[in-house]
T-cell receptor, first 113, second 111 residues
Framework: KAGVTQTPRYLIKTRGQQVTLSCSPI?????VSWYQQTPGQGLQFLFE???????NKGNFPGRFSGRQFSNSRSEMNVSTLELGDSALYLC????????????FGNGTRLTVT | AQSVSQHNHHVILSEAASLELGCNYS??????LFWYVQYPGQHLQLLLK??????LVKGIKGFEAEFIKSKFSFNLRKPSVQWSDTAEYFC?????????FGGGTRLMVKP
C-alpha cells in the first residue's frame, strides 16, 4: 500500500506570495490532517479534513487554509507569505476508526525569502 | 489547555545501554497517547500507541511505554539500544486526529 504522498518536496517562495501544497492520503483513508514543523515551535496542528469538510482547526491565522476533494486528496494554501512561514509542512492521513493512528508523509519544505 | 512535554531534549547513549525518555501530558478527559520516531531523512513513523486497557504497551523495534495516570506520564523505554535507534522521538497526545506534540528528544547512539 502506498504511503502518504506530498508534493512538492521543496518550495522556495518570496514574501507576499501564496503557495499551495498537495497531499494524497493512503488509499481508503478519509481523514487528512496538516501539521507545521519548525525548530522553534515544534509540530503544531493546522487543520483536519474529513469527507471534504474541515473538522478541526488549530490556532493559525486565516492566511492558512485548506480543502479536501471527493477522492480524499487535500491541499493547503498559505497566502501573503511571511518569513516565519518557513517550515516543514506535514500531511497525515488516518482510517478514522477508533484506534487508527496518523500516518505521516515526508512533508513539503517551504522556504520563504 | 492540553499540553505534552518532553524533558530530555538531547540524549547520548552507548550501544546496549537502556533508554528511558520522559513524556508528561496535561489533559482533560479521555486521552490517546503516542510515540512517533523520525529517523534522519525519513517521515514520522508510529512506534506505539495507547488508547485504553493495559497501561504497558509494546511497539515496534523492542520499544515499550507505560501509561501512569497518577503521574500523567507516558515514558518510552527500550532495554538495549542500537546504533540504528539514532533518531528524534516525539511524544504526542490528543483526542481524535488533533494531536499535540512534545518538543521532541534527539537520541544519538554511539557504536
Amino acid at each position: 500500500k502506498a504511503g502518504v504522498t506530498q508534493t512538492p518536496r521543496y518550495l522556495i517562495k518570496t514574501r507576499g506570495q501564496q503557495v499551495t501544497l498537495s497531499c494524497s492520503p493512503i488509499s481508503g483513508h478519509r481523514s487528512v490532517s496538516w501539521y507545521q514543523q519548525t525548530p522553534g515551535q515544534g509540530l503544531q496542528f493546522l487543520f483536519e479534513y474529513f469527507s471534504e469538510t474541515q473538522r478541526n482547526k488549530g490556532n493559525f491565522p486565516g492566511r492558512f487554509s485548506g480543502r479536501q476533494f471527493s477522492n480524499s486528496r487535500s491541499e493547503m494554501n498559505v497566502s501573503t507569505l511571511e518569513l516565519g512561514d518557513s517550515a516543514l509542512y506535514l500531511c497525515a492521513s488516518t482510517a478514522d476508526r477508533g484506534d487508527s493512528p496518523l500516518h505521516f508523509g515526508n512533508g513539503t519544505r517551504l522556504t520563504v525569502t | 489547555a492540553q499540553s505534552v512535554s518532553q524533558h530530555n531534549h538531547h540524549v547520548i547513549l552507548s550501544e546496549a545501554a537502556s533508554l528511558e525518555l520522559g513524556c508528561n501530558y496535561s489533559y482533560g478527559g479521555t486521552v490517546n497517547l503516542f510515540w512517533y520516531v523520525q529517523y534522519p531523512g525519513q517521515h514520522l513513523q508510529l512506534l506505539l500507541k495507547y488508547f485504553s486497557g493495559d497501561p504497558l504497551v509494546k511497539g515496534i523495534k523492542g520499544f515499550e511505554a507505560e501509561f501512569i495516570k497518577s503521574k500523567f506520564s507516558f515514558n518510552l523505554r527500550k532495554p538495549s539500544v542500537q546504533w540504528s535507534d539514532t533518531a528524534e522521538y516525539f511524544c504526542a497526545g490528543g483526542a481524535g486526529n488533533m494531536l499535540t506534540f512534545g518538543g521532541g528528544t534527539r537520541l544519538m547512539v554511539k557504536p
